[in-house]
């Protein structure tokens, strides 16, 4: 009798899911470990995070402000890989996107009810057209739109920070390095999380919706699956893949207006928060599906809420960001073990 | 078909173990049983042939001995120890190593590359030059001709496997596996294959090799291991087998092969106007060679034209023009009345056009995708599959459930990716779906290609079928008997030109061989073709 591992081509969801949790029981108790040996005390700091997350509305609403744009970042990660692009560039989209939000905010004059659903489709456009030059090079050029994404969040960084310090900077001076507070705020839904949090769930419910349920959909599928047998199919591999790209940039547009115009109410440096590239980890933990996210990035939100508190509690940030690293780490590598199944073969009887 | 010199051979002394002994293998997959109780015995310097229906489970015994899978029973015994692969590296270092079906190349690497890629013996640092000296070498002492530095994506079929046997020989292995080796190869490629395995088991190693065609297995192999439905039925010596008892040892019972070319009696008539025609059709391909010239062809409606050459002589290309799939760079093509030069391939299949590529895992299908997802590739945009833009998964799903049974596919499960049938099933899959499509016209690529003796009959009678009712049919391939059998007249392809076009009743075998060496025909049999 002789027992071996097998990696089976896909897990079983109970088992996938059964693994995650082991992962991050794992990786909790290594960050545990590692905090008691620097002489933090583990135990208590859980208790901490534990009782100001969900011991208090006040705790799920801060979660609530993260996991927004997380899903919408996830989100747009997500729906590019369905046409297999990667979008590293969420990061620069949400900045556009904020920029563009921002700039129609400040500069056009209007009822908040009027100016809201234009800065929406603002931050949109702004995503949209800083990944339009990837999507067309990628389109016509054949030209990786992994690196051309990325370097264009750089642009976007420098951009944001020019103007949140230079040309838009407050006239009324009550702050270094921001633009004024914007006067359309996002209305809010529960506590101080606003609407941006359902509209976010109900984008991720109608893109899965759209993949799963519409012939585009279909052809999405079959043409980011297999581009020749999409070409065979008749199917316009090219015009999906633009469609598709742009939509992702979109997506990442929207979660940057809903960040100035429902969190932080004004456009400064770093509003991103790295959501950008959280939102590939998000795309990643949710193995690409457009659903998933929501969970990938309740998840993700968790954690970095976590992290929140643990730096008041006196735990430096580097480590806060080690264990965030852990708790991915450990959740990669379960992802990994659930396809492996322990089988005894039994030798054949002679 | 020649039989094999066995006397010829160098016997193993009595009482040298088996280099290859498999005990009891079993090998369950969610629903189906691929393998069960299997037995097999590998003797140094033979050749032994595994023969099976599609889906009868070789491939995935072949995956277990090479350690890809794990088997849920049985024992692998390697010159008399008993061993245990956790991987094809393990399997390798072994001495058995396996080339499959479709090449595992990095298209984008040279030969010598290729051969010195993940392997131990490889240096840590050395130069191209060096590579390709010492592929060279390798190549000139185990006598298997490569270009070390072509690199692998300019390279035939025939070159590219050479490749492979070159990387799992130069491992030293001893036990060689080919699966299904010659179904992509020329005649002269796989004479030459036979050549080397011969002088490969003469050195005392040993052949495992897969394939559908009777007649080479009859030819190459000393000893035939026939599988069914995952289990066993026999082990015999090549000299004791014959064609005809091995179908019916594969298959269950006798395999009547039908009077094809025959009309049935409500057969619709062949057609006075064309369903296709090609004028003067010129096509290049990316780098602007030539790769149609002027080709002028008319198909009728219940007709089956035959297209007999030597792969790459512009077969795939005129397949793809037939379908939309590639444009025309000069000429015509006519549709039913209709010029359809600058139409795509989905207003073919609109037309009522289906397509067998030739490459059907890297064209014809999303081998990720679920089994439901590739069924409803031709029909996704109609009902039932779809209402308006509206996808419908369930209808998709009895679609495929419809086209799965039409194939006599067995699947256990229509969410699982398509890669997981057994090869020949893909292509049954795919057969039956571009069926069901192709009211007007059928272009086949190399049909049989995979298939086991009872599909390969099946599905020549449905083509028939196609035929009576009315449509026409234009099937590539290089097995001419195929064609003779099957067409009503063949057109030989020679560098991207129509040499000519002959009826088949009647046809002089040597004519067409020496058109596919380039010869024209007598000008009446082109005439007759050209007037039409
Ligand atoms: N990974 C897998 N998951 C599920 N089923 C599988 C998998 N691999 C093979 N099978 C099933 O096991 C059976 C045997 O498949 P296998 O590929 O060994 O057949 P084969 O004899 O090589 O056939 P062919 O001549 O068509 O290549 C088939 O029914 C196939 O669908
Ligand atoms: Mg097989």
């Known amino acids: ?350 | 078909m020649a039989m094999p010199d066995v006397t010829e051979r160098p016997r193993p002394a009595p009482g040298t173990p088996p280099l290859v002994q498999l005990r009891g293998i079993a090998k369950y997959f969610p629903g189906v049983v691929a393998n069960q109780d299997v037995d097999l015995e590998v003797r140094p310097g033979e050749i032994h042939a595994l023969l099976g229906e599609n889906g009868a489970g070789k491939s995935t015994l072949m995956n277990i001995l090479t350690g890809i899978y794990q088997p849920d029973a049985g024992e692998i015994i390697i010159d008399g120890y008993l061993k245990s692969f956790a991987s094809p590296v393990e399997a390798i270092a072994a001495g058995i190593g396996m080339v499959h079906q479709h090449f595992k190349l990095v298209r984008a690497f040279t030969v010598a590359e290729n051969i010195h890629l993940g392997w131990s013996e490889t240096p840590r640092r050395i130069s191209a030059q060096e590579l390709e000296a010492r592929t060279a070498q390798l190549s000139a002492s185990l006598n298997l001709a490569v270009r070390p530095d072509a690199r692998v994506d300019e390279l035939s079929t025939g070159e590219q496997q050479r490749v492979e046997i070159l990387r799992v020989l130069a491992r030293n292995a001893r036990v060689l596996i080919l699966d299904e080796p010659t179904a992509v190869l020329t005649p002269s490629e796989a004479r030459e294959l036979f050549k080397a395995l011969k002088e490969f088991v003469a050195r005392g190693n040993a052949v495992i090799f897969i394939s559908h065609k009777l007649d080479e297995v009859l030819e190459i192999s000393d000893r035939i291991t026939v599988l069914r439905g995952g289990r066993k039925v026999a082990t015999e010596p090549t000299s004791a087998c014959n064609e005809k008892m091995l179908a019916k040892l594969m298959v269950g019972h006798e395999i009547v092969l039908d009077d094809l070319r025959a009309r049935g009696p409500n057969a619709i008539a062949k057609s006075n106007e064309p369903v296709v025609s090609l004028r003067e059709v010129t096509a290049r391909d990316s780098t602007g060679h030539t790769v149609l010239n002027k080709v002028s062809l008319e198909i009728a409606g219940g007709e089956i034209l035959g297209i007999a050459g030597v792969a790459g002589n512009g077969q795939k290309e005129l397949s793809e023009l037939l379908t939309g799939m590639r444009a025309a760079s000069s000429g015509q093509i006519m549709l039913g009345g209709r010029d359809v030069s600058a139409a795509s391939a989905g207003d073919f299949v609109d037309f009522g056009v289906g397509h067998i590529p030739e490459d059907r895992l890297r064209s014809g299908l999303a081998p990720a995708l679920s089994v439901t997802d590739n069924a409803v590739i031709r029909e996704y945009d109609r009902a039932p599959v779809s209402l308006g833009p509206w996808y419908r998964p369930r209808a998709a799903a009895a679609l495929a459930r419809r086209i799965a049974e039409a194939a006599a596919v067995m699947v256990p499960n229509y969410s699982m990716p398509i890669r997981n049938l057994s090869g020949g099933n893909q292509q049954r899959f795919v057969a039956r779906r571009e069926m069901r499509i192709a009211t007007k016209l059928l272009v086949a690529a190399y049909p049989s290609r995979g298939l086991d003796v009872g599909a390969i009959n099946t599905m020549m009678r449905y083509f028939v079928e196609l035929r009576d009712a009315g449509v026409g049919i234009v099937v590539i391939s290089e097995e001419l008997e195929e064609l003779l059998n099957l067409s009503d007249r063949i057109a030989v392809m020679f560098h991207g030109e129509i040499m000519g076009i002959v009826d088949s009743a009647g046809a002089d075998i040597e004519q067409i061989g020496l058109m596919m060496g380039g010869q024209r025909a007598a000008t009446p049999v082109r005439a007759a073709a050209m007037v039409h």
Not at chain 1, 27 to 37: K, P
Not at chain 1, 184 to 199: A, N, S, T
């Open chain 1, 1 to 350: 009798m002789a027992i071996r591992l097998q990696r089976l081509p896909s897990a079983s969801p109970a088992v996938a899911l059964a693994a995650r949790a082991i992962a991050i029981l794992l990786a909790l108790v290594t960050a545990g470990l590692l905090l008691a040996a620097s002489g933090a005390q583990p135990l208590k700091l859980a208790q901490q995070v534990l009782k100001s997350t969900f011991g208090s509305g006040f705790g799920l609403e801060d979660v609530g402000l993260l996991v927004t744009p997380l899903i919408l970042t996830g989100l747009s990660v997500a729906v590019a890989l369905r046409i297999g692009a990667w979008n590293i560039g969420a990061e620069g989209q949400f900045y556009a996107g904020a920029f563009a939000a921002t700039g129609v905010a400040l500069f056009i004059p209007g009822p908040s009810i009027v100016m809201l659903p234009l800065m929406f489709i603002a931050g949109a456009l702004g995503g949209l057209i800083w990944i339009l030059v990837p999507t067309l090079a990628r389109a016509y050029a054949d030209v990786s739109e992994l690196i051309t994404t990325l370097l264009l969040n750089f642009v976007a960084t420098l951009l944001v920070y020019y103007v949140a310090t230079g040309p838009w900077l407050d006239p009324g001076g009550h702050a270094l390095a921001t633009t004024a507070r914007l006067k359309h705020d996002m209305p809010e839904f529960i506590g101080i999380v606003h609407w941006g949090f359902p509209m976010a769930i109900l984008l991720a419910v109608i893109t899965a919706a759209t993949f799963s349920f519409t012939r585009w959909g279909y052809e999405v599928r079959i043409a980011g699956s297999n581009p020749q047998a999409a070409k065979y199919a008749g199917m316009p591999f090219r015009r999906h893949l633009i469609v598709v790209m742009l939509l992702s940039g979109a997506i990442a547009g929207i979660a940057g207006m809903l960040e100035v115009a429902g969190t932080v109410h004004r456009l400064q440096g770093g509003i991103s928060n790295n959501f950008g590239y959280l939102g590939i980890m998000v795309a990643v933990l949710a193995r690409g599906s457009c659903i998933g996210v929501i969970a990938g990035a309740a998840l993700m939100a968790v954690i970095l809420n976590s992290g929140i508190i643990l730096q008041t509690q006196g735990v430096n940030t580097s480590t806060v960001l080690a264990i965030t690293g852990l708790i991915l780490f450990f959740t990669a590598v379960g992802d990994e073990l659930a396809h492996f199944r322990i089988v005894s073969s039994k030798p054949a009887e002679a």
